[in-house]
């Protein structure tokens, strides 16, 4: 996955999907977190015109340790969870897009 955090939210890129982080990205004292925003399902193939986008509330949470970020995702709507998936600073992501 690949995390990029700004002052006011943050975006993630997974292999066949993607989301945001729609609040500050905001660590308790012990490194964890648990942010509102969202998560859109991506498919193979073509998208057809007008096709909405499959994307869903959720919920961001995990923990952030030295240089290491592991994080889960929940659906708000239907409670799947997602995950785990780890990123590190500096490292670029190994991310293998739907075709």
Do not use: W
Not at 13 to 19: M, N, Q, R, T
Not at 67 to 96: K, M
Request: with cysteine; hydrophobic share 30%.
């Amino acid at each position: 996955m690949s995390l990029t955090v700004g002052d006011t939210s943050a975006t993630v890129e997974f292999d066949c999907a993607h989301g945001t982080v729609d609040e500050a990205f905001v660590l308790d004292s012990e490194g964890l977190f648990d942010l509102n925003g969202t998560y859109v399902r991506e498919h193979g193939g073509p998208i057809r015109q007008g096709e909405p986008d499959d994307r869903h509330p959720a919920s961001y949470f995990g923990r952030r340790q030295g240089s290491r970020v592991t994080l889960s995702v929940r659906l708000t709507d239907d409670g799947t969870e997602i995950g785990p998936f780890t990123a590190l600073r500096g490292q670029p992501p190994v991310l293998f897009k739907c075709l």
